[in-house]
């Protein structure tokens, strides 16, 4: 016997007979609903005062009886169809409205998410006959946003629309979409960003950020959604319309991956996921994502497993509760530990074994540090926020080819080499990973073995992309890095790069205010001025206390940005190895 769905409490005998024998009715595949049909649900309707539903499938056949509220209809588990993107459920619902009302948010909503065939309403007349119908599709992505085509028939005797036709048609142009789509093979991804200080400037400049982090981890953003809120949603971190809204732009764009510019706590993320049916990830995880796409050395393997790992231990979870640890007493002794707990032991029992494996790694960089030191060489390290040149002059000033490319952390491993001042004197010069605001904790403790190098060095080169208008923000990210290593008494010199992007009066009051030296690396200007300044503050008694001043009158030429060099002057060279046994090369 056929099962009558949804709320069926208070239900007479009698009618539930009659809804039962709802699934010995036939359509025609070409039309929404008979007048025979109509009818007979509608006078259904009005005698339980209830919505009447029925989902068909394309042969006209009823697969589901469903009754609801005065108000609104539950459907029945019919699975998500988030997977068949292309095709379309093969089913269309036909349900009642007692007050002839249109097509509701939620019978909306239900076609999208559902990805139904159609859906209609047939509006109840006074006299139990039917009335008016209101029937919706889904319609591709479009210039107009529209997620749906609605549109309403006086009376289901009317003309309506040839089903098998429309639906045919628009399988066709949802295959032609992705065809379209499916060409660059990449993830498709839709970000989100969440304002909750009120800043939208800063809040923009995140989003912006985290665009450029989706398009070095190798995801095509379709879209970009900025909501502005007093304070997060504990469940969803945006508004809950907004998450209907964002699950529908993602079907209809086909997407694969939401990317939350904030990091989202464990509830959150399985909640988002279970709301939409995509894959979920936040800020830390897709930095995350990058560093292990960039790690080349085994260390730095290392370290990004070890902070991955520790990243996912408290995400894990388990939907099937097959394994799960039964209560005492009779019949209720289980199998023993579930599988989430055995997946959580090897998490911590790899956690700890990376972490014992690189604190022998920082110990064999302490020994090494140790020989460095015997040496008397001074260091230079080069920090500063991710993308802002620091590979590209540590090539420019020792003509070296480590890899430099116009995308965040697209160097990971530290390199060192040994370079020749004049006057017959010699330093290292180090090249380490580069920062990011709100850089992810686990991230910054995994990668302190590395990042011990700069407790040695003798100077910092703090480079600052110039010419980007979050500038302040970044020198302000660099520098509480530093402060959370503990590093901020090291002298320090401000490196302004990408300087031959900004015009000369700007580059001027850039240095009278802040200091340091503007360069551009790609050019190979003003480096001279900052070597000599280099060489002075290594190598000069005292000369550390002026790191801020100028060097020179910041009134010169734009060319050299306000100082003097000479094309022919050699302020330094370098040797062809690395210096030995200071991490990659």
């Keep these: 016997m056929k099962e009558i769905y949804g709320n069926t409490l208070g239900l007479k005998a009698s009618e539930q007979s009659r809804l039962r024998n709802t699934y010995r009715r036939r359509v025609s595949p070409h039309e929404i609903v008979s007048p025979e049909l109509a009818r007979h649900l509608t006078e ?29 209809l539950e459907l029945p588990d019919i699975g998500r169809a988030r997977a068949g993107q292309v095709r379309l459920r093969g089913l269309r619902l036909v349900h009642t409205h007692l007050k002839s009302e249109p097509l509701t948010k939620d019978d909306l909503t239900d076609l999208a998410l559902l990805r139904l065939d159609m859906v209609a309403a047939v509006g109840v007349g006074d006299t139990g006959l039917p009335g008016v119908l209101h029937y919706a599709h889904l319609v591709p992505e479009n210039g107009t946003g529209d997620f749906w085509s609605v549109a309403t028939l006086p009376d289901v005797h009317d003309g309506q629309p040839d089903v098998l036709d429309t639906l045919e048609a628009l399988e066709e142009e949802l295959n032609r979409k992705a065809a379209a789509r499916a060409v660059s093979g990449r993830d498709k991804a839709i970000l989100v960003a969440v304002c909750l200080n009120g800043n939208r400037a800063q809040a923009e400049a995140s989003l912006a950020e985290l665009k450029e982090l989706a398009r070095t981890a190798g995801v095509e953003v379709i879209d970009s959604v900025l909501q502005m809120r007093r304070e997060a949603d504990p469940r969803y971190l945006i508004g809950r319309g907004k998450l209907e809204d964002l699950n529908l732009r993602s079907m209809q764009a086909m997407a694969d991956v939401l990317i939350f510019d904030k990091d989202l706590t464990p509830s959150q993320g399985r909640h988002i996921s279970e709301a939409t ?4 990830i936040d800020r830390s995880q897709l930095i995350l994502d990058i560093f292990a796409q960039r790690a080349q050395s085994a260390e730095g393997k290392l370290q990004v497993e070890l902070a991955q790992l520790k990243y996912r231990l408290p995400r894990l979870v388990q939907s099937d509760t097959s394994l799960s640890r039964l209560a005492g007493g009779i019949g209720g002794r289980g199998p023993g530990e579930t599988k989430l707990e055995i997946d959580r032991r090897r998490a911590r029992d790899r956690i700890n074994h990376l972490e014992k494996r690189i604190d022998a790694l920082s110990r064999e960089r302490e ?50 080499r040994r370079l020749r001042f004049p006057q017959e ?3 290292i010069i180090t090249d380490t990973v580069g920062f990011i605001r709100d850089l992810p904790k686990d991230l910054v403790a995994a990668f ?21 208008p979050s500038r302040d923000e970044q020198v302000q990210a660099v520098e509480n890095i530093l402060d959370s290593l503990e590093l901020m008494q090291k002298p320090r010199l401000m490196v302004w790069n990408k300087a031959d992007l900004l015009g000369p009066d700007e580059v001027g009051s850039l240095l009278r ?7 551009s690396a790609a050019s190979r200007e003003g480096l001279a001025a900052l ?25 010169h030429t734009f ?3 306000g100082m003097d060099e000479s094309p022919s002057e050699e302020p330094l060279e370098a040797t062809e190895e690395p210096a030995p046994n200071l991490g990659a090369a």
């Design 44 to 72: 259904l309707s009005r005698e339980t005062n209830r919505q009447i539903g029925v989902l068909l499938n394309r042969k006209g056949e009823i697969e589901y009886v469903v009754v609801g509220n005065a108000h609104k």
């Design 277 to 280: 049916s995509l894959k979920v």
């Design 367 to 416: 020994v090494r540090r140790a020989q460095r030191n015997r040496r008397e060489l001074p260091v230079i390290s080069i920090v500063g926020y991710t993308n802002a040149g620091k590979s590209t002059l540590l090539n420019a000033i020792t003509g070296s080819e480590v890899l430099a490319e116009n995308k965040l952390f697209a160097t990971l491993d530290p390199t060192s």
């Design 425 to 427: 004197r010699e330093v």
């Design 448 to 468: 302190r073995a590395t990042l011990e190098e700069l407790y040695d060095a003798d100077l910092l080169l703090h480079v600052v992309d110039a010419s980007d």
């Design 513 to 519: 205010t802040a200091g340091g030296v503007a360069i």
């Design 531 to 555: 070597l000599a300044k280099a060489d002075t503050t290594l190598f000069a008694e005292g000369a550390s206390r002026n790191l801020g001043v100028i060097t020179r009158d910041p009134s």
């Design 559 to 561: 060319g050299t940005f």
